[in-house]
């Protein structure tokens, strides 16, 4: 499709149908004249030799109209408007030379030069139609200024004709025409020979401007050109003895029809560029007017010297060529002025143009952090922009003429790395080189640049190599800063799990088959209670002295890293075999066992550390760790401050650790877990004052399952407090029935076990508050056991729990006491009331007999004003060490092991009984004790 005006015009056709379109047209137009030809000679000489060009002359002006009107609806824009225009004018055409036609000329007859009455009203009817016809174009294509200018080139180019005509065809007959003539022709005549000239010229222009799209204008023009020459020849024929003007005018209207009508059946040409530009002037137009000028004087002055001044029309003719020549020319003037100006003014826009482009470039150079330079061939810098000052702190005229290498004074490495650059860029025309260097600012701060080289010695403008220079010191900086933050440690500085696993990695793979890679995986113990107690800045000082100490025990190669938290680990070098490494762990596990003061606190702490080797878990850096993971957790399972190795055994036991953590949630929901009870007796009677609730696990494949097994996987799940929950409130349920139902159970106590986890949790104390007000115990009969080291761990508020504990009544006892931090200072702090001794403690009572360490627990708690308990009695001997000793109350297998609570009722009734001296009262060992006490 080709864009014209705004509108589309189909083109994109093919070849060979154009080529049929135009050989059809051409073929219809051929065949109408050899018709019209046909009658013609037909008719010749007889009367109806005049009705030929009557008839068939309006009959081929129709055929052209119509394909005129044809050819303007397959167009569209400009062209529509030329073809419509061409259809009006050819039937107007046609109906004016009918009328004059009509009958036969004869040498001097007037009427036959006389003008129609249908010609003259058809004649300014054509001139309206043509500018109707031509108002859309002219308005949408053509600006006022070439309106006017193309307006005198055509009157100009009509007088000059009609000038022509004058002196070269009508003066020389001048003397024969009749009376009120104008020349040969009448004064009708001499107008619309006028209107056709000028119509005539401008169809001529506009078909040479246009000639490149529609060549079929250049056959419709040429027929009218010849309608034109033949009417003119026939009116001069007119004044002759010999008429053969009637049948030259009826013959070259007929040619012109065709013309036309081929004209307007024609393809438009396939490479045309587009719409005719009518907007701008004709190419030469100003050579035609002078052309114009000079054929009219040519034709004018030898005519004027024979004599051939007929009615002074010579006179008029000059006057009106000479009129439009002034016209012409001040309008030239004016295209001339014009196009001075609008060249000044684009040679100004040019110049300013490159003006702000070149103070922009400078401003750019000057204001531009890289600093420019341009060195010759020889080396030296030819320019130097004001950037060098504020990158290198030297004036840009003290480079001038000194050597590139003047820039860097970092080292002979940089400055010839820089001459390398030179040398290879100057090599290769156009080329460019890019290289990072270092150089030193006048004040000695070393910079990191960035270096670009560009051979632009071809360059008339440069002659020489420009080297950028961007100043990177500070981006190397950030860049170092962030990869030193995302690979070691920000509190520590050590490398952080990253880069650990990073140099784990590239030791798996460059040591290969030659040597095993070992892992030592290190976790504190006590460092919560750190953080709790003195708090988290306290606790970050002690985790970089920690790493302070840890640099200092490890071996230079050995790369010691912060994973997270209070874990480390410690990659040995390739030197290290089994039993270095084991040494390596046992100097880490006393360094870190050495006191550390945090803000003037002495602070005791402990590593577990867990060893590795790739030979036992393969090349994998991610198993690798996990075992040396596994290890350390089995030796803080073992004991605190120590170290182990891992085994393959290990994933087993983890393997059914899993199964068991899995199985514990099972019991915990299916009430799996029962509660057993072991009596506490008075030393002194015998009698049972109370029982302490235990939970056993009865697994359905398993059978029992020890509480050391079970209770701390329950504390490390967390499933602990459901566990708690459930024994507190069945057990105080169950001693609440007791007490009401069974005699001698009255006042009797419930020991219940209390862990870390629960002592922590929030809620705790609204819990068993919840629980004896359901069951109805009174809270005077419950105590709550805790380990001493839990007690010792405790925060200050699972601290304000236990003193509210207290305040509702409930008694506190410290479990397994002697085996932590036993001193007056902390048993004074804590709200406790009861201690029970540990078992060890009264095993050696058996073993070797000592009494001193029970005696002076037994004088301390005397002192805090405590009850004791001595726990895990299982012989006569020791039952009575203890009670000679004055402790109050025993518990242990020599008394009863747990039991379930069916058969607590008749532990307390004969016990009761032996107490008494009830006979009836059935035998049991608690009884055979309470008789045994009452000797």
């Known amino acids: 499709m080709r864009i014209l005006d705004g509108d589309e015009v189909d083109v994109q056709q093919s070849a060979p149908p154009r080529r049929r379109r135009g050989t059809s047209a051409a073929a219809v137009a051929v065949a109408l004249l050899l018709v019209w030809a046909a ?46 225009w061409l259809a009006l004018t050819s039937l ?11 009958r036969p000329w004869s040498p001097g007859d007037a009427d036959a030069q006389a003008v129609s009455p249908l010609t003259l009203v058809l004649l300014p009817v054509t001139a309206v139609l043509a500018v109707t016809a031509l108002a859309p174009v ?109 049948d030259v005018l009826t013959w070259s209207c007929a040619v012109m029809a065709c013309a036309l009508l081929a004209g307007a059946g024609s393809a438009l040409r396939r490479d045309a560029a587009g719409a ?143 001459h390398d650059a030179l040398r290879s860029t100057l090599h290769e025309p156009a080329s460019r080189q890019e290289l990072r260097t270092t150089a030193r600012h006048v004040s000695g701060r070393p910079l990191v640049l960035d270096v670009t080289l560009t051979n ?71 460092f919560k209670a750190v953080n709790d107690t003195l708090g988290h800045g306290a606790g970050d000082e002690l985790l970089v002295a920690v790493a302070e100490r840890l640099r200092t025990v490890v071996r230079q190669g050995d790369t010691v890293a912060r994973l997270g938290g209070d874990e480390f680990a410690v990659l040995l070098d390739e030197a290290a075999g089994e039993h270095e490494s084991e040494r390596l762990a046992q100097r880490l596990c006393d360094a870190v066992r050495r006191p550390f003061t945090v803000r003037g606190t002495q602070v005791h702490v402990a590593t577990s550390v867990g060893l590795a080797s790739s030979a036992s878990t393969g090349p994998d850096a991610s198993q690798l760790l996990r075992s040396a993971d596994l290890a350390m957790y089995q030796a ?32 915990v929901e299916h009430q799996q877990l029962r509660v057993v009870y072991q009596p506490l007796v008075d030393m002194s009677t015998g009698g049972v ?36 929950a459930h024994v507190l409130r069945e057990a105080c349920q169950q001693v609440s029935t007791w007490r009401a139902e069974v005699p001698g159970a009255e006042t009797m106590r419930l020991s219940v076990n209390l862990s870390a986890h629960q002592l922590d949790h929030p809620g705790l104390l609204a819990d068993v508050v919840a629980v004896l007000d359901e069951t109805g115990l009174p809270a005077t009969s419950l105590v709550l056991e805790i380990t001493e080291s839990a007690l010792i761990d405790q925060h200050d508020a699972a601290l304000q729990t236990l003193h509210a504990l207290r305040a509702l009544g409930i008694r506190l006892a410290i479990d397994d006491f002697g085996t932590g931090y036993s001193s007056l200072s902390y048993l004074h702090r804590l ?16 073993h070797t007999g000592d009494a001193s360490l029970v005696d002076a627990i037994l004088g301390m708690a005397a002192t805090l004003g405590l009850t004791t308990v001595a726990e895990g009695i299982e012989h006569a001997h020791q039952r009575h060490a203890l009670a000679a000793q004055g402790c109050a109350t025993g518990q242990g297998y020599h008394f009863s092991p747990p039991v379930d609570a069916s058969e607590v009722p008749d532990l307390i009734t004969t016990a009761l009984g032996a107490v008494t001296g009830d006979p009836a009262a059935p035998r049991s060992p608690v009884q055979g004790l309470a008789e045994e006490a009452a000797l």
């Not at 100006?341 to 204001?367: G, I, M, N």
């Not at 004052?689 to 209770?711: D, S």
């Not at 709200?831 to 058996?846: E, G, N, T």
């Open 276 to 418: 005719p530009d009518l907007d701008r002037p004709a190419a030469g137009s100003g050579l035609v007017a002078c052309a114009a000028a000079l054929l009219a004087l040519a034709t004018s002055v030898p005519a004027s010297l024979i004599g051939h001044d007929a009615s002074g029309v010579g006179a008029w003719l000059h006057l009106a060529v000479l009129s439009l020549l002034v016209v012409r020319a001040l309008l030239l003037a004016h295209d001339g002025n014009r196009l001075t100006r609008d060249l000044e003014q684009r040679v100004s826009a040019r110049t300013q143009a490159l003006a702000s482009a070149e103070r922009r470039f400078a401003s750019l150079v000057v204001h531009s952090t890289d600093a420019v330079a341009v060195v010759g061939v020889d080396g030296r810098c030819r320019y130097v922009s004001p950037s060098f000052e504020r990158v290198f702190g030297v004036r840009p005229d003290q480079l001038l003429g000194r050597p590139l290498d003047a820039l860097v004074t970092a080292g002979p490495e940089a400055v010839d790395a820089l």
């Open 138 to 246: 002219l308005r949408r294509s053509v600006s006022p200024a070439n309106l006017v200018r193309d307006g005198v080139d055509n009157a100009l180019l009509t007088a000059v004709a009609a000038s022509v005509l004058w002196y070269a065809v009508l003066a020389p007959a001048a003397p024969a025409a009749p009376t009120g003539a104008v020349g040969p022709v009448s004064t009708g005549q001499a107008a619309v020979f006028t209107v056709e000239l000028l119509l005539t010229v401008s169809f001529v222009h506009l078909a040479a401007r246009t000639h490149r799209r529609h060549p079929g204008l250049a056959l419709v023009a040429a027929g009218v050109v010849a309608v034109v020459s033949a009417e003119v020849t026939a009116a001069v024929m007119a004044t002759s003895a010999w008429w053969p003007g009637y």
């Open 456 to 526: 632009l010695v071809d360059d008339p403008a440069v002659r020489g190599v420009v080297v950028n220079t961007h100043d990177v010191t500070d981006a190397v900086r950030l860049e170092e800063e962030l990869s030193s933050q995302a690979f070691s440690d920000a509190l520590t500085g050590l490398p952080n799990r990253a880069l650990f696993r990073d140099r784990l990695e590239h030791a798996l793979r460059s040591r290969g088959a030659r040597s095993d890679v070992e892992v030592c995986y290190l976790d504190l113990d006590g």
């Open 689 to 724: 004052t109370g029982v302490e609730a235990l939970v056993r696990w009865h697994h359905p494949q398993r059978g029992v399952i020890a509480p050391v097994t079970f209770i701390p996987l329950a504390e490390a799940t967390g499933l602990i407090d459901a566990i708690g």
């Open 636 to 667: 803080k399972g073992q004991r605190q401050g120590g170290y182990a190795r891992y085994h393959p055994r290990m994933h087993e036991q983890l393997a059914e650790r899993v199964q068991l953590e899995a199985d514990l949630h099972r019991a």
């Open 92 to 102: 107007a055409w046609g109906l004016t030379t009918s009328s004059s036609l009509g």
């Open 39 to 84: 009658a013609w000679w037909l008719t010749r000489g007889t009367s109806a030799a005049a009705a030929v060009p009557a008839v068939g002359l309006p009959v081929l002006a129709c055929c052209a109209a119509a394909s005129s009107l044809l050819r303007s609806r397959r167009t569209a824009g400009v062209d529509r408007h030329l073809w419509r």
């Open 831 to 846: 709200p406790v009331d009861i201690l029970k001794i540990d078992k060890s403690f009264v095993d050696r009572l058996s």
